[in-house]
């Protein structure tokens, strides 16, 4: 059944509300090849904030947080669609303005012949320590986007990386595992 709602509809009262996933908690979210959701567990739409029926058939970008740097979401969609997997931390919007931080895991799901039919998504709650480290890199991302659009965050983002001699996997799964930078 398709969902009525769309980004239109997402809340635009921004506020510091914020949920914590539990340590044991799984949200997790199936989309069809165009980011549509098609599937999501009860903690999904507990955290969320909107009902199941209103989610299935919803573009994802429902809950995308204006703080998530656009070049994020444009790495994700270009590991999976190559059917690679994508991790990294994701603030997400709840319908009641507030948020929730979450360590996303992203993977193609294929066909037996290895066309891709839909994506799946698992997220864990991130450490603290994760959320505090992100948080300023994020903003430079999204301030550079601003300013230069995709480039000049992708541009930062790489820069950082190699600054630090890290992968971006080894770098997120590492904050992940509680390091720090
Ligand atoms: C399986 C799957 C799960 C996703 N989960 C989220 C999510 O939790 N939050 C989010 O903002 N985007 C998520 N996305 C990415 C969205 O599809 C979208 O690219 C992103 O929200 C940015 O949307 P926009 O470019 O329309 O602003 C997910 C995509 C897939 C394929």
Redesign the pocket.
Known sequence: MASNLS?KDAPKNISNNFKTLGDDDFIV???DTS?KIIYCNEIFTKMAGYPASSLIGA???L???PD?P?VA?KL??DL?KSKKEFFGF?K?LSADGGYYW?F?Y?TADLDPSGNIIS???V?RKPPQSAIDTIIPIYKLLLEAEQRGGMDASAKILNGFLDENKLGYDEFVINLQKGATI
Do not use: D, E, L, Q
Request: proline letters at 0%; zero cysteines.
């Open positions: 980004k979210s199936k989309t980011g573009n994802h970008n809950i995308r947080h998530m656009r979401f994700a969609w999976i994701v997400n979450v996303a992203i994506y799946t998504s997220r």
